[in-house]
């Protein structure tokens, strides 16, 4: 499932050239998407761009493939008004990223979750990401949340691929378990992951589509090809602030604006040799 980008133009959310990614995205055969996440720049989003985009890709998906809207917030009650508006305008669920700065603790990670699982009846991810929240939620306190019905399973973006086999032990085989690392997506499934939530397939869903679907039908050897191949993309996508160089990416692809809002920069002149330098290897031009 790509983390779709927010494109800009003028200032403003280029709604055409988004309603175009999606759909490139379902062409090139992603399982789903997930807009205004971390990639979508959602923390420079206005409250009403955030909601415009959620239902943006929901018309535009238009049911082909599910939409898990991106819904966190460092208030509670603002995490429920958002997962409440991704509900309302027809999302299959949210992805809802732990709060960050006010650094809370276990319990209170945990109640945060127990209050959105009571006020909305719609399918939830916890997104877990300390190294943007300086918070990590535990296995333990994620078995407890696991036996909530709403929250559904987890974006795992901290690179340790062992807490997938922790989690399938404390959460029980119906967790979901999804990868917010392309770099160590490989290893993730095979620890029982099952699948992730993508920068790279931005740029590239066709060959991510075919790295996944390996993945998923175990066909390691096609998988560790199609990793192979990607490899040095997953890594150019980060050479500076995300998502700069993935836009930077599409701009050269003419997909949309380069254009990113601040405090993210323009991406280096480093990053984007890095950049077409992995777009030539993967073949994309």
């Known amino acids: 499932m790509p983390a779709l980008v927010t494109p800009f133009r003028d200032g403003a959310v280029d709604e055409q050239a988004f309603v175009a990614l999606v759909e490139r995205q379902i062409a090139g055969g992603v399982h789903g998407l997930v ?27 238009a049911g082909r493939v599910p939409v898990i809207a991106g819904a966190g917030s460092n208030s509670t009650a603002e995490a429920i008004e958002l997962v409440r508006h991704a509900k ?6 949210a992805l809802v990223v732990t709060p960050y700065y006010n650094r ?5 990670l ?39 019905p709403n929250i559904v399973g987890v974006k795992d973006a901290t690179g340790d691929m062992t807490r ?17 690392d392309d770099l160590t997506a ?3 499934m095979a620890h029982g992951g099952h699948g992730c ?7 590239a869903p066709d060959l991510c589509a075919a790295f996944y679907n390996a993945a998923l039908g175990e066909d390691w050897k096609t998988a560790l090809y199609w990793q192979d ?33 601040l405090p993210i920069a323009p991406c280096s002149e480093t990053a984007r040799h890095e950049v077409l330098a992995a777009l030539r290897d993967t073949g994309l031009i």
């Open 197 to 203: 939530i993508s920068v790279t397939s931005n740029v």
């Open 35 to 61: 807009p205004v996440g971390t990639t979508g720049e959602t923390a420079t989003l206005s409250h009403d761009e955030h909601r415009r985009v959620v239902e943006l890709c929901v018309a535009t998906a």
């Open 88 to 93: 309302t305008v027809g999302a299959d669920g």
């Open 110 to 148: 945990y109640a945060h979750y127990a209050a959105i699982n009571e006020a909305v009846q719609l399918p939830v991810l916890v997104y877990n990401v300390p190294g943007r929240t300086s918070v990590d939620i535990s296995d333990v306190t994620l078995g407890r949340l696991s036996k909530l």
């Open 104 to 108: 809370p603790s276990q319990e209170g």
């Open 186 to 188: 490989l290893g993730y």
């Open 229 to 261: 191949r990607l490899i040095g993309l997953h890594k150019a996508l980060f050479a500076d602030a995300s998502p700069s160089p993935t836009k930077f990416a599409l701009g050269h692809l003419g997909l949309c604006e380069a254009h990113v809002r």
């Open 164 to 180: 997938a086999t922790m989690q399938r032990l404390l959460c029980g085989l119906d967790w979901v378990m999804l990868s917010g």
